[in-house]
Structure formats: C-alpha cells, structure tokens
C-alpha cells in the first residue's frame, strides 16, 4: 500500500516506522533538522519492543510524492488547516485520510477542505515523542481506533486494519468513532490540563486528593458537554476514565506539558478552548476546564513576552 505520513512525530513517526519495516511503501512529510536527519541517519524508533532503524523516503514538499492510497494525518490540531491545503497533491480519487490528531473537531475541519469522503476518523493511544532529529522515542501503547465519520460499515477500513495488523499494530475500526474520539478527549483534557496547569507528573497528581478531585471535575465536565453536543457516551466512561488515569505510570506527564515547558505552541484551543467555546453555546457550566484555558491561555504560542 502506498502510504504518505504528514506530521512525522512521535505518533506519525513511530506508526508510519511500523508500517515501512513491514514493507509497505511510505513517505513522510517533515521539516527542519528532523527531515535532515531521517535523510542522512534513517528514521530511528527507540522502543520497549525494540529499536530499529528504517531508511524511508522524506520530503517536505507533498507534491512530489503524487497521489496515495493513505494518508496518516499526525499534525498538531493548530496545522490542521495548512497541512490539509499541503495534502491536496497526494489525493486520489479513493485516497483516505486517516486524522490522528487530538480534539473532536480536526475531522471536520479537514473535511472542509479535502472533502468529507476522503476523511477517517482515529484515536491513537501511544506515548512517544521525538527524542532529537530522526529519532522517535516510544515508551508505551501503540493502538489505533479509527472508522468513518458516518459511521457507514467500511470495506476500506478493514484493509487498513489488515495492513496494520501485518505491521503488528493494534488496530480496531470503530462503529462509532464520534464516541470514539470524545472518549478520548474527556481522557486527555483532564491529564493535559493537569500536568500543565500543576507542572507536576501523574503520580503526584492521583497522590493529593484536591488535584485528583480537580481532574475527576474536568472528566465529568467534558462528558456532560459531549453529552450535551449529542454524542452518545457510555454510563461508565467517567469510571473507566479514571481507572485507566490510575494505571498510568507515576512519572507520566503529557505531550501539552512538553510542549509549555520546551516553549512551543499548545493544543490548547483543539483541548479546553474547544470544550469551553461549546459548553458556552450549549449553556453548559465549565468551571474547571474555563480556569485551565483561562491560566494557559497566556502560553498559548510559546512563552509570554
């Protein structure tokens, strides 16, 4: 299959790494000393699984990779809209686009400008990161949940599934990936928020009672706004929520503390602003969610003047 990974970071990098060794055909669209260094060095994943490195071919121009049977669309939710434009060269007539991006509104954005039956809907579940130019550092997870946007059964998505699996990539399409990425979202509003707000780890977080009382508010509250915006979310996803923050490692941050405190931009608006801009509309109160938009707001682009 003829796959084409835009945003190779920690989480293009890494699946579209998978992808190469197990031989399909890959492109990834990079920049700066990463697109360097994959070029000189390979693409390099430093993983519990085991390291490997791959030589793949990088670009940062999409026009010159033609049309594609995949696109794995990995950019930050703040690129959304320029790295859709950027795409328009490798889509064919039947090439999807498979977002794995954070938020719950990327697909729709993308869908704006590439069209909406080209576009997949996709949760990752990975930590990883780039570790320094050409290297990607894995250190847990490695699932993929993805379906249409209709919620349509899809002979594509079960080629997909297969191609990942042949990767040995956990794969699952989704028969309701709305429910799927608001799952999803609910989990990382509340770690991202918190681990930025307090620039502490997990474990500390879970271990003072008026900060794990904080995080559980910020779950309930974004299950009540998804609830509320008319996606149908399970009985349980506040408790299964925060089991599965309980099973994190102590050390854990997010990639939103990484991203404040190496000084670059945040998914901020994609996170809290989004939840918050349609609690608002929806007339839903969100205390929590309102003050950590409200304390990062300032960071938003990288440090304040």
């Not at 197990?22 to 000189?40: D, K, N, P, T, W």
């Not at 033609?66 to 039947?94: H, N, Q, W």
């Not at 590439?114 to 809907?121: D, F, K, N, R, T």
Request: proline share 5%.
């Amino acid at each position: 299959m003829k796959i084409a990974v835009i945003g190779a970071g920690g989480i293009g990098g890494y699946f579209g790494a998978r992808l190469a060794q197990a031989g399909e055909q890959v492109s990834f669209i990079a920049r700066g000393a990463h697109l360097r260094a994959i070029g000189v060095h390979g693409l390099q994943i430093r993983s519990p699984s085991g390291d490997f490195t791959i030589q793949v071919p990088a670009t940062d121009d999409p026009g010159g990779i033609g049309p594609v049977d995949l696109v794995l669309f990995c950019v930050k939710s703040y690129d959304t809209e320029s790295a859709g434009e950027a795409i328009r060269p490798m889509l064919g007539a039947e090439t999807a686009v498979l977002c794995l991006q954070n938020g719950v509104d990327n697909e729709e954005k993308l869908a704006r400008i590439v069209g909406p039956g080209h576009v997949l809907g996709g949760a990752a579940y990975i930590f990883s990161f780039i570790g320094g130019p050409g290297i990607i550092e894995h250190t847990s997870g490695g699932r993929i949940v993805f379906g249409e946007m209709d919620r349509s059964p899809s002979e594509r998505c079960q080629r997909f599934v297969a191609v990942l699996e042949r990767a040995k990539v956990d794969a699952q399409v989704s028969e309701d990936i709305h429910r799927t990425l608001w799952e999803k979202y609910c989990f990382i509003c509340a770690g991202a928020g918190l681990t930025s707000l307090t620039r502490l780890p997990m474990g500390v977080i879970r271990d003072c009672p008026e900060t794990w009382a904080l995080y559980r508010q910020v779950v309930e509250e974004a299950i009540t706004v998804g609830r509320a915006s008319g996606v149908v979310l399970p009985p349980d996803l506040l408790v299964r929520t925060l089991a599965m923050a309980q099973r994190l490692d102590s050390g854990a941050y997010s990639s939103m503390h990484y991203d404040l405190t190496h000084g670059k931009r945040l998914e901020l608006e994609a996170l809290h602003g989004h939840v918050v801009r349609l609690a608002r509309k929806l007339g839903v109160a969100t205390p929590a969610c309102s003050v950590i938009y409200a304390a990062l707001k300032p960071s938003l682009n990288g440090p304040p003047a």
